[in-house]
């Protein structure tokens, strides 16, 4: 994307601002679960929920 900030829309500068502060705020904070496993009666429902919603 070779634009300058001008020819933006409002909702693409929006959509790179909140892309920019996602990937900040995730390189800052981290995935606080990262390395823990689910348990299995959590696991279940969760991955039904999933299936279902692919389904829409």
């Known amino acids: 994307m070779a634009a300058n900030v001008g ?11 909140g ?3 996602e990937q900040k705020l995730e390189e800052i904070l981290g995935d606080p679960d990262e390395g ?3 348990r299995t009666e959590v696991q279940k429902p969760t991955v039904a929920t999933e299936k279902g919603c692919r389904r829409r």
């Open 19 to 21: 892309s920019v502060v």
């Open 7 to 17: 020819q933006l829309s409002t909702d693409e500068l929006k959509e790179i601002i």
């Open 36 to 38: 823990l496993e689910m």
